[in-house]
């Protein structure tokens, strides 16, 4: 049976790291998978994760199962965190899932949509994560795109993005980047987001939100902030969360999938289907990384011990970004400004695939096939050098 099967190609992205790891060169840069790194090249354990982590072993009972909709803690302190004071408004409009991970959300997310309405067409910005379309579009969904970004001039296309969703039919679904643009690191403004989120309602448009770096663009509230917006503007929705990168627990496995309808009885049956998808697809979640999440958001202490380093983190890469910007205009003698203006990991330079390969092979800069670069690889260590690697690769 198996000799049927073909070989598959490399992940773009995973292939990176591997390629990296196998390079004994003392000058290499990871500038690939997403993922914070501290000023030492490592990606640390957050202080309030490792207390909770430890409480949690010290008290912990059991391992028994929880539920296919996972701990009901986290799902609702990490709902609270993301709507706000909006929260409590439209508390019973809400179905919530415990996932694996934002990737996790956003199958669950795709598999609930099919469900509700078999083959109905589901757009992604053009360039978008290269995960969403195997995640999104492997159940059924039809798969497109709208316009979002123009990489010569770097800067989203707003006026196109408008006006194909203006021209989208009614239950068309929408995955909006919520904050951080990935790959591309630029994020609507809210003006921007208010005419979306105008259009979206108008058109009788379900917004699909992913919501993977809540807290690493600007802080908790601003990059939340529209998920808020369009929570008041559209009587449905999803978003999908993602506790991985702003609780440093990425291996745990830790997500939530957050559907808003329109009344008890709608959230009620909603949620019954999410377990009964959830079911079928991995039973239960993993639970440890759901506990430490619920015990930090739980905690004052912890809580505040949490914040106050994901927004050193935050103003960190932000202190990256400009810095690379300044870097770059200088050893191109040419504007990078708009690397700086961005926010979130992630920035997507104008580069081809011969110059990424130019870039790995002459500089020992390592990063995906489209030029999306992760900022926490930058150091003030090594800001020349990728400078002037990156800069001789757009030359090259």
């Known amino acids: 049976m198996f000799e049927t099967l073909v070989r598959v190609p490399p992940d ?3 292939s990176v790291s591997a390629a990296f790891q196998a390079d004994d060169s003392p000058d290499k840069v990871d500038l690939g998978v997403g993922v914070y790194k501290d000023e030492h090249g490592k990606t640390p354990v957050m202080r309030a994760v490792r207390t909770a982590e430890q409480e949690l072993l010290a008290e912990q009972s059991t391992k028994t199962y929880v539920s296919p909709i996972g701990n009901t803690g986290c799902n609702t302190l990490m709902t609270e965190l993301v ?3 909006d929260h409590a408004g439209r508390k019973a409009d809400l179905s919530l899932a415990q996932t694996p991970g934002g990737s996790g959300a956003l199958r669950l997310g795709a598999e609930l949509l099919q469900s509700a309405r078999p083959g109905a067409t589901i757009l992604v910005s053009d360039p978008t994560w290269a995960n969403h379309i195997p995640l999104l579009g492997t159940v059924g969904l039809k798969v497109d795109r709208y316009p979002y970004y123009d990489p010569q001039h770097p800067g989203v296309l707003f006026d196109r993005m408008l006006g194909h969703l203006d021209a989208q039919p009614a239950g068309t679904i929408v995955v909006l980047h919520a904050c951080c643009h990935n790959p ?10 208010s005419e979306v989120a105008s259009v979206v309602a108008r058109r009788g448009l379900l917004p699909f939100m992913d919501l993977a770096y809540l807290g690493l663009g600007e802080d908790l509230d601003r990059d939340a902030a529209s998920v808020r917006l369009m929570a008041r ?3 449905e929705m999803l978003v999908a969360v993602s506790c991985s990168k702003n609780f440093g627990i990425y291996r745990e496995r830790t997500g939530v999938l957050i559907a808003l309808g329109a009344g008890a009885e709608r959230a009620a049956i909603t949620t019954g289907h999410l377990g009964r998808l959830a079911r079928t697809l991995w039973s239960m979640p ?3 990384g759901a506990a430490i999440v619920q015990r930090v958001l739980s905690q004052p202490a912890l809580r505040q011990d949490w914040m106050t380093e994901l927004s050193h983190m935050t103003r960190r890469i932000n202190g990256l970004r400009a810095l690379l910007a300044e870097k770059l205009s200088a050893a191109a003698g040419t504007d990078y400004g708009w690397i700086g203006a961005q926010r979130g990991m992630f920035s997507r ?24 670069i992760n900022i926490a690889g930058v150091s003030p260590a090594n800001v020349d050098r990728v400078a002037a690697g990156l800069i001789a690769a757009v030359r090259s």
């Open 12 to 14: 773009p992205i995973l």
């Open 83 to 85: 709507l706000g004071s």
């Open 184 to 193: 591309t690191g630029q994020d609507l403004t809210p003006a921007q987001w």
């Open 233 to 235: 503007a559209v009587p």
């Open 286 to 288: 993993p639970d440890h």
């Open 349 to 372: 330079l104008p580069l081809s695939a011969t110059q990424v390969g130019f870039a790995r092979e002459q500089h020992r800069l390592y990063m995906p096939p489209d030029g999306r």
